[in-house]
């Protein structure tokens, strides 16, 4: 599958970042735990060059533990600080504040040695669409400041929230980058409800979900969808071709059958994304450090 999605906001959205970033203290860059990587636009580097980054790891919960934990170590050898959160139930947001004042603590001292206790801190926070930053500053602020919904490309415009009288966040649009050069990253975005679905075809990105499922979690597929075993895979047979008989074997047994007795293996597939990007199969990690 050759995915890519890059509507026109997104050009304006990159312009006003780096217009932008010059006003505020602090970058909080906040990714998937499940696809700490693909879900990292490789641009914000240069446009955010110079300023202390915060690295959110979100939705936790829905992530295989022991990566999260070894996410987390991978980010803080970059320098980084990490905090790890699931903004829809709130853990680890009460976190935010502390951590953002310990990463500027050098500054704050600074501020504090001139007489400027109390300055305003400004953080921007950045990620891909549909990654939860406005969940997330929501939680923070304690009050529903940010419109949310579970699909990318809902926050179109850039817009400010006090948090407390010494914290203030520039809630930014979910931004992606022009091209994927590795197809895996545009796969693990689609997977995760980073890109639009209806620019994809549901069925083959099952599929290829369905292979990697068998191949690193077999068990919980086998949990999910009742399977006494998983369709071994055959010489030389493709992601897809594996992947259509895993969907099938599945379909099968939930009874999503049409006509002389075939698998509505679309249904399916869109069974299949709803479950996993609830969190309802397990937790997974599609991606390790490397």
């Not at 060059?49 to 690295?55: E, Y």
């Not at 022991?66 to 959160?85: N, P, Q």
């Not at 699931?86 to 704050?108: M, P």
């Not at 923070?140 to 579970?150: F, I, L, M, N, Q």
Request: glycine share 8%; net charge neutral; hydrophobic share 40%.
């Amino acid at each position: 599958m050759n995915i890519q999605w890059y509507p026109g906001h997104m050009t304006k959205t990159r312009r006003m970042i780096v217009d932008q970033v010059k006003h505020v203290d602090a970058v909080c860059e906040i990714l998937d735990s499940r696809i700490p990587i693909s879900s990292r636009n490789p641009d914000v580097d240069d446009m955010t060059a110079g300023k202390p980054r915060l690295v959110v790891l979100n939705r936790v919960d829905q992530a295989d533990p022991e990566a999260t934990k070894r996410w987390a170590a991978y980010f803080r050898a970059k320098g980084y600080a990490v905090l790890e959160s699931d903004a829809k139930s709130g853990i680890g947001t009460a976190k935010f504040s502390a951590a953002v004042r310990e990463l500027l603590a050098e500054k704050l001292q600074a501020y504090a040695e001139k007489g400027q206790v109390g300055r305003m801190v400004r953080v921007m926070i950045l990620g891909i669409p549909n990654v939860g930053k406005s969940t997330f500053i929501n939680k923070v602020a304690g009050r529903k400041t940010a419109k949310t919904e579970d699909r990318p490309g809902v926050t179109r415009s850039k817009q400010w929230v006090p948090i407390d009288k010494g914290l203030e966040l520039l809630d930014t649009p979910g931004i992606l980058w022009p091209k994927f050069e590795d197809q895996s990253v545009g796969l693990n975005l689609a997977f995760t409800g980073a890109v639009k679905d209806d620019i994809l075809d549901i069925e083959t990105l099952g599929c290829h979900l369905m292979t990697y499922l068998g191949e690193n979690y077999p068990d919980a597929l086998k949990a999910g969808y009742k399977l006494t075993a998983i369709p071994e895979r055959e010489e030389e047979e493709n992601d897809v071709a594996w992947g259509y008989r895993l969907l099938e074997a599945a379909g099968r047994r939930r009874g999503f059958l049409i006509s002389g007795g075939e698998v509505d293996t679309e249904r399916m597939a869109k069974i299949l994304l709803d479950e996993f990007r609830g969190g309802k199969l397990g937790r997974f990690t599609l991606e390790m450090p490397q």
